[in-house]
């Protein structure tokens, strides 16, 4: 039980509530209503696991990262609780559970998980290229909602472009969050050489940035309700 808390801790489980309403909400758009049983558990599972993999995968690239920075010095990979290794296997079964998922859905999500994934895992690298990284993330949760469209309706039938824009207010609204969730780091982003937002502009340019996101974001999810 202790290292299954250690787990969940590192994957952060509680924070799958940030993907799983903008999934179930492709869905039920997709379906006209309640969809059917099976697919929805399969969606739920795919959208667990995926981000699951992700987050594991984070924080092993992260590690060297996490162990110099005092807020991220307490991460169980940092601390030794867990072992690399077991992060490294963890990361590999999630990441195959999403893939044979998504084949069990249907076969065009299944062959459409390949470069999901490379999108949620090649998320943590992004900060160490780019300013994008906060756009990254959003990216990375942007996929669920198309993916659950696509679970539910099996090809692109016509009203695809509808969880489209969900996922556009899905980027810039974890874009949003991310940018205010990123300026704690701000000097050690500068002392490390990686590539932030806040790191660059400043807090309050950044709080700027933020807020103007999250106006875009509520646009986005207006036209959401138009087109629908």
């Given at each position: 039980?202790s290292r299954l808390s250690k787990t969940l801790g590192m994957i952060?489980?509680?924070?799958?509530?940030?993907?799983?309403?903008?999934?179930?909400?492709?869905?039920?758009?997709?379906?006209?209503?309640?969809?059917?049983?099976?697919?929805?558990?399969?969606?739920?599972?795919?959208?667990?696991?995926?981000?699951?993999?992700?987050?594991?995968?984070?924080?092993?690239?992260?590690?060297?990262?996490?162990?110099?920075?005092?807020?991220?010095?307490?991460?169980?990979?940092?601390?030794?609780?867990?072992?690399?290794?077991?992060?490294?296997?963890?990361?590999?079964?999630?990441?195959?559970?999403?893939?044979?998922?998504?084949?069990?859905?249907?076969?065009?999500?299944?062959?459409?998980?390949?470069?999901?994934?490379?999108?949620?895992?090649?998320?943590?690298?992004?900060?160490?290229?780019?300013?994008?990284?906060?756009?990254?993330?959003?990216?990375?949760?942007?996929?669920?909602?198309?993916?659950?469209?696509?679970?539910?309706?099996?090809?692109?039938?016509p009203g695809w472009d509808v969880p489209l824009?969900?996922?556009?207010?899905?980027?810039?609204?974890?874009?949003?969050?991310?940018?205010?969730?990123?300026?704690?780091?701000?000097?050690?982003?500068?002392?490390?050489?990686?590539?932030?937002?806040?790191?660059?502009?400043?807090?309050?340019?950044?709080?700027?940035?933020?807020?103007?996101?999250?106006?875009?974001?509520?646009?986005?999810?207006?036209?959401?309700?138009?087109?629908?």
């Amino acid at each position: 039980m202790s290292r299954l808390s250690k787990t969940l801790g590192m994957i952060r489980f509680e924070h799958s509530v940030f993907a799983l309403p903008f999934a179930l909400a492709g869905a039920w758009i997709a379906a006209s209503g309640w969809p059917p049983m099976l697919d929805l558990a399969g969606i739920v599972i795919a959208a667990v696991a995926a981000r699951s993999a992700a987050m594991a995968f984070n924080r092993i690239v992260d590690l060297p990262f996490d162990a110099r920075n005092p807020r991220t010095k307490n991460r169980e990979l940092v601390t030794g609780e867990l072992e690399v290794r077991y992060a490294i296997g963890f990361t590999v079964f999630h990441s195959a559970l999403f893939i044979a998922t998504s084949f069990w859905l249907a076969p065009i999500c299944g062959w459409l998980s390949l470069p999901v994934l490379a999108v949620l895992l090649g998320y943590s690298l992004l900060k160490r290229y780019t300013l994008l990284c906060h756009f990254g993330l959003g990216l990375a949760l942007a996929c669920a909602p198309a993916g659950a469209w696509l679970a539910i309706s099996k090809s692109f039938v016509p009203g695809w472009d509808v969880p489209l824009w969900i996922g556009v207010g899905v980027v810039l609204w974890v874009a949003g969050f991310d940018l205010l969730y990123s300026i704690q780091d701000l000097e050690f982003d500068r002392k490390e050489g990686l590539r932030s937002v806040p790191s660059k502009l400043g807090p309050g340019r950044t709080r700027a940035l933020s807020a103007l996101c999250f106006f875009s974001a509520w646009l986005a999810w207006l036209g959401v309700g138009i087109l629908a």
